[in-house]
């Protein structure tokens, strides 16, 4: 690949520049987050918000995708004097992989464990604050979490504490020292992953780089390359070196590539050699279907869509054609293992999930369940990160269950869902049949959500594909933070909000998740740049804006001392009194 | 307007007919359907759903713009004999509008109270029964209706009990003879509204006229003209001559161009005369914002985004310039006496609805709530049709509390929402931030959903706009109907999930609410025919496709005999037993 060849979208967004935190317990550490400046009218601070969009945002960083990004952890992991180089037997790796020395364990639940305190957990502490030292006066706790444990504050020690206790992980290779830390778990903020990765079919190497940045300009969390053609492990190479991201991957495709797609021909040693290649190339989780056992398989006969999960019907196939148990299952101690060298995170996948909502919630998919919450404590035996997979296609009456399960059966363990799709009928907007699921299961405590694009079902996203999947799921995921209560999430919906009551449109703009469409919109009906300063929209026009009327009435409201009514009212009960019909 | 320059669209939807089954008390009544021929290989009779769309989509309709719809109703309006011909000073009318004789109750509130069952309740039995009779065997009951009472089988007597009691309303204005019958109501299926309607800045009446028409044919179930230019009146005689779904208005609006836009200077007296035009050209449901009460404003003025009801701030400004109580509100009973005579419905406006996060359930919204069940019971002492308008912008933890409240103080009458949206963080896609909201409290039992387009806080909606509005909400209908467990609701999903894992792909995109899309989504990376006969598709190639795996999967078990295994499994609980790793 000719990497000057990769024209990757790197300005700062509208208004924006980026600001780092540093670290107290790591004061090296620079902890990256968006600055979005306001008009000076607004007479407000900058709002600060989540960013992982990595130095491509960033206009001072200097990007050459043909070398990579910085290395930022590299000296992290060093210090740690655990790790070794090794020799390798890969191609196209331009450095000697580091492995855990001898029996060390690497991964941060080992750390955690010990009662160590990483800079990758300081990072992400910082991180999760985004906001919340400067507002937590502003607006008081409100929401309902479920259950979860969601902090006022986010100490290095609390992310410390709930690694150590598996309800957290920090997806984090050894071997991907470019990526920026990031936690997934129930405490924390809901993050979401984007899928990318050519087919046979389709697409370009090029093209996946290209959407892998693209994809966390708009705020994907994580990516997952799902890569299924020829090219796989040089398309991963070049995501992996440009990803500030983790990178997550389903080892099982490229196993498959390795026998030509005979999935009966799959053996352990291949399997085995794959998740090294890819844990020395740094993939920092691993979808593993070692849930999908031989004896589940037949609970699938009867279902309207039988297996939908690629990883799960390879597996299945596989127990079918051999009549025997997974080599996934019984080997999965030996998968510890490797993950544990590395700290590759274990994205335990459900093979067995539901395609449809006629399939959804059965005794298939629920058998998987308990087997994964059997394999996370093995997981865990061996220090080993781990989050869950979850479905899929479920009617909205059903999404509880699949979290209240996945709870009682996998300890706390972070929960990772698709969609889920709320109804089979609409190929073509299933980003929205399953971000109403994905809102919701958010809400009830999943940790991460895999979007879902426009094109689910009937094709390959291309790169617009890609951003409408990443701003679906990041109003998911904040629709989910504010109904748990995150302190501070609700901080950019009233910014946007008094700016939409004062006619501030660029900062409605600025301060929305795709400031791009949302003038354009605007500029689709009202186009001159004076516009941006009407006090009216195409809406209403300017005699019935409702917004302008609003500002004399509690201007009449100022005058009149009517606040000081309203509260003589609220506190009398009077308004209720006063309702009845003279 | 030169009606021929109207060019709406009327071909019929792919591999789609229109079908019509008659009535058994009415034998005269046809009740439109559509019908989705499957291909031969399925072996499946054909699906028929729910179609809103009107004569439009029936290829041996004469669809004539200029001559209006064929005027379905009248004779069963005329055989009631309780109606007379008027005469009107309003120009533009090509006939003499009908109005109840004397003191006729001619609402359908005031027949179902009379135990009378009308040709209108009939029809909305049989639509409402799509595909319920010869598929209620197929699937049981499955989901969770929050104590709705949703019927196995919808009777005409069942409609009429409804009506009687409040709890669902057929709005059929006697002078909108070309409306199809349709029913709102918690116990019903979940409809969506449309709003169309130009503005002083932009479009013109050919559009809105074809918008309506593009707006049923993918779902809307009514349609509200919420035009405020100058003109209005000539506008909403070519929309109602032309649509078979109801039209609903919010009548302030016209009033307040009569007084050249100044809120303070509107009076009674043209509000009334605007009711009167509106009622005499076959307007169905008003909306009148008689909860705004002076009481209530002050409870405003502490808002981040004050009113944002139009209609609201508009009495809000009136109430403050006068300084005392809404007219609307004082006359209230002279406009139920208007309502009453033409069968106009209420749709009791919530004016001081949340515009932000931040003002959701606040003490303003909910005084004004408990006034509009105050005014329900007085709209029902008249014989009127009821339903209440709600929010608007709600958190996801806050939308049920807005359901039960509603149930509470309105009495069960039928609630009608704007989404509501769950952040305020998106615009450009508040069409999601708030399907997410709509899908929740339809399920909850909102029984009409009012779209939010993608241009929603920046622009009038466009053509697009509002195909994906209505998409979007046929989605949170249809993501409603199944978990409150609509019998019949589950089948066309499975009907698409099964020509999904077949292959299929003419089946599913005909199967889907937006064929075209799908289509064209599908083409976009496998564009030729035979790919639409592939067992394989874009997004994993030939070799790994889940589906195609998954049928060898079941065609082995059923050679092994699996599904007995399966059964056997089940009963004895085994595979929990066995899966505990060895």
Chains 1, 2 share one sequence.
Not at 380 to 405: S, T
Request: proline residues 5%; charged residues 25%; glycine residues 6%.
């Amino acid at each position: 690949m000719n990497a000057k060849s990769v024209p990757v979208s790197t300005a700062a967004l509208p208004s924006s520049r980026k600001v780092y935190e540093s670290g107290i317990l790591y004061p090296h550490i620079k902890v990256p987050m968006r600055a979005i400046q306001l008009h000076p009218s607004a007479n407000e601070p900058d709002v600060w918000v989540y960013d992982s969009s990595g130095p491509y945002t960033d206009p001072r960083a200097n990007i050459q995708i043909e070398r990579g990004l910085t290395r930022i952890r590299e000296p992290w992991i060093l210090a740690r004097q655990d790790v070794e180089r090794q020799e390798t037997q890969q191609q196209a790796i331009n450095q000697s992989p580091l492995r855990a020395k001898s029996n060390a364990g690497v991964t941060q639940l080992a750390y955690a464990r010990a009662g160590i305190i990483t800079p990758e957990m300081e990072f992400v502490a910082i991180r999760e604050n985004v906001g919340r030292a400067k507002l937590k006066a502003a607006n008081g706790r409100d929401g309902n979490s479920w259950g979860a444990n969601v902090p006022e504050y986010v100490t290095p020690e609390f992310v410390r504490a709930e690694i150590a206790a598996g309800r957290a992980i920090i997806p984090a290779n050894i071997n991907h020292p470019e990526s920026e830390p990031m936690i997934i778990g129930r405490n924390f903020l809901v993050k979401i992953n984007a899928n990318i990765g050519n087919s046979a079919v389709s697409s370009s190497m090029a093209e996946e780089v290209d959407k892998m940045v693209w994809a966390i300009r708009w705020g994907a969390d994580t990516v997952m390359d799902l890569s299924t053609g020829k090219n796989i492990h040089n398309i991963r190479e070049w995501i992996l070196r440009n990803s500030p991201v983790p990178i997550g991957t389903v080892p099982i495709y490229q196993a498959l590539e390795k026998v030509d797609g005979v999935a009966e021909a799959l053996t352990w040693e291949i399997f085995r050699d794959t998740l090294i290649e890819q844990a020395e190339q740094g993939v920092d989780y691993f979808t593993i279907h070692a849930g999908v056992r031989l004896a589940y398989i037949p609970l699938t006969a009867n279902r309207v869509t039988g297996i939908v999960s690629r990883g799960g019907s390879i597996m299945a196939k596989w127990c079918l054609a051999h009549h025997r148990e997974s080599f996934l299952y019984e080997h999965f101690e030996e998968i510890c293992e490797i993950c544990r060298a590395y700290d590759v995170s274990f994205s335990l996948g459900d093979g067995l999930r539901p395609g449809s909502i006629a399939d959804a919630n059965d005794a298939a998919q629920f058998a998987e369940l308990r087997t994964l919450g059997e394999l996370t404590r093995i997981a865990w035996r061996h220090d080993c990160q781990v989050m869950i997979e979850g479905p899929g296609h479920v009617p909205m009456h059903k999404i509880k269950e699949n979290m209240d399960e996945q709870l009682k059966h996998c300890a706390e363990a972070p929960f990772y869902t698709l969609g889920p799709l709320t109804t089979d009928i609409a190929p073509g907007y299933d980003h929205i049949t399953s971000a109403i699921g994905a809102a919701m299961i958010g809400w009830f405590g999943t940790a991460m959500l895999c979007y879902v694009t426009p094109k689910e079902h009937l094709g390959l996203p291309n790169r617009d594909d890609v951003k409408t999947g990443v701003i679906t799921y990041k109003i998911a995921a904040h629709a989910a933070d504010l109904a748990k209560g995150h302190p501070g999430a609700r901080d950019r919906d009233d910014a946007i909000s008094r700016a939409r009551f004062d006619f501030r449109w660029e900062d409605q703009f600025n301060l929305s998740l795709d400031p791009d469409t949302a003038c354009a919109f605007h500029d689709e009906t009202m186009p001159r740049e004076a516009h941006k300063l009407a006090h009216f929209c195409s809406m209403c026009g300017p005699k019935f804006c409702s917004m302008r009327i609003s500002h004399e009435v509690q201007a009449a409201a100022r005058e009149s001392g009517m606040s000081e009514m309203a509260l003589k009212f609220r506190e009398q009960g009077e308004i209720y009194i006063r309702s009845e019909l003279g």
